[in-house]
């Protein structure tokens, strides 16, 4: 019975959009306004840049990779 209420098994995808996109947008808030800051601060700029760049590349790969059902 709690299981049920917790974990609709008939979600209106409208509903799970929105609640997606408002996650989605939490995340990219807490990285964004604190994260970011801090790890200019502690990495140092040559750093900082050097690792945005790498992590940038990595997501674009997977992602390409994921689309080319290899």
């Known amino acids: 019975m709690f299981n049920g209420c917790l974990f609709p098994t008939s979600l209106n995808p409208e509903i799970l959009e929105g609640i997606l996109g408002s996650v989605g947008g939490v995340m990219a808030f807490v990285t964004l306004h ?4 801090l790890a200019f601060k502690y990495a140092g700029q040559k750093q900082f840049v050097k690792i945005i760049f790498c992590g940038t590349t990595f997501m ?3 992602t390409t990779l994921q689309g080319l059902n290899i």
Do not use: E, G, T
């Open 60 to 62: 674009s790969a997977s």
């Open 34 to 37: 604190q994260m970011l800051p």
